[in-house]
């Protein structure tokens, strides 16, 4: 399965932005993002499994996981965003185990670069 994730940027702190993650061959029922900042391990972000949304407890209520009608592309809303938000965002689906880690998901994107400038 071959995973885009797509609508990083360079934005200022406070902004907004929205991210894309598209599936080819099949829907997204089970998918997370993750972002990795350098020098950092892979942290998990939200993950949209079954229709439940899951999020980092120090994101959540500034992130928001979706998925749009075709089951085909995910989102991630990501609102308020500061310096510490600058990382490579990216999507993951789900494979099994904890959901929190990056090793139970089997397949990645190549990950879209956002940057806040304070």
């Known amino acids: 399965v071959q995973l885009q994730a797509s609508g990083g940027g360079l934005v200022q702190a406070g902004d907004s932005l929205k991210l894309s993650c598209t599936a080819s061959g099949r829907t997204l029922d089970y998918f997370a993002w993750f972002r990795q900042s350098p020098g950092k391990e892979r942290e998990f972000v939200a993950a949209?499994?079954?229709?439940?949304?899951n999020y980092a407890t120090s994101l959540k209520g500034r992130f928001a996981i979706s998925r749009d009608n075709s089951q085909t592309t995910g989102f991630l809303q990501m609102n308020t965003l500061n310096p510490e938000d600058t990382a490579i965002y990216f999507c993951?689906?789900?494979?099994?185990?904890?959901?929190?880690?990056?090793?139970?998901?089997?397949?990645w994107g190549q990950g879209t670069q956002v940057t806040v400038s304070s």
């Open positions: 993951a689906l789900y494979n099994t185990g904890n959901i929190y880690r990056s090793q139970s998901y089997s397949d």
């Open positions: 949209w499994i079954g229709g439940g949304r």
